[in-house]
């Protein structure tokens, strides 16, 4: 299965900052995706990341806030724009290789 | 809207117990069928995959499906301390993007 990295691990960051997480996959993939899941909820999709071309967001989500970068097919960003403290969570990078849905370890962010 | 749904718990069973997990969808056209365990703290990690109707084994896990009543479980024979996580259920739904439960969480107690 797919290696994926993320960075940082965990940011503690201020109202009205921004935050980018990388994401790092050890193979070439076509899918990969972001995900927030929030203290004791399920995952929720934040987006698709295209390679070449603009993110596909999810309901709820918008570009403004989440930009997301897609340079090739094995390295994306997430932004987290003008955070508030509602956006404190764990976002998740996500790849589908051979059918098959894998994550990487996950950027926990706190905004203070 | 798909919706995938699954008991909070937490189940609790005793270390050598079955311990059974259900999850049931609304998509009757879904084919593909995920678990993943998650610990505290950690990210979801895929066990097993169902496409067929039936069983499908691997070590001391079990998936089952059944796409007539629409459900999937997992059965975790010979329960350990260490499969204590909140597992995770989710249908593709004929995507590559799934659809996941809310989990169930498990506590395997000595």
């Known amino acids: 299965s797919a290696v994926i990295s993320q960075k940082p691990s965990r940011d503690i960051c201020q109202r009205g900052t921004s935050l980018t997480i990388q994401c790092q996959v050890d193979?070439?993939?076509?899918?990969m995706f972001w995900y927030r899941q929030q203290p004791g909820q399920s995952l929720t999709l934040i987006a698709t990341a295209n390679q070449g071309s603009e993110a596909t967001y999810e309901s709820g989500f918008v570009i403004d806030k989440f930009p997301i970068s897609r340079p090739n097919l094995t390295f994306s960003t997430l932004t987290v724009s003008n955070m508030s403290p509602e956006d404190s969570s764990i976002y998740l990078c996500s790849v589908v290789e051979s059918y098959e849905q894998y994550f990487g370890p996950g950027t926990r962010l706190t905004v203070t | 809207q798909k919706e995938v749904e699954q008991n909070s718990g937490p189940l609790s069973v005793p270390e050598g117990a079955i311990a059974s997990l259900n999850c049931t969808y609304s998509d009757r056209g879904s084919q593909s069928f995920f678990w993943y365990r998650q610990y505290s703290g950690k990210s979801p990690e895929l066990i097993m995959s169902?496409?067929?109707?039936g069983d499908k084994e691997d070590g001391r896990f079990t998936a089952q499906l059944n796409k007539a009543s629409q459900y999937v479980s997992l059965l975790i024979r010979d329960s350990q301390p260490s499969d204590s996580a909140t597992y995770l259920c989710a249908d593709t739904g004929g995507s590559y993007i799934p659809t996941f439960g809310r989990g169930t969480s498990l506590i395997v107690h000595p």
């Open positions: 169902i496409y067929s109707n």
């Open positions: 193979s070439q993939v076509t899918m």
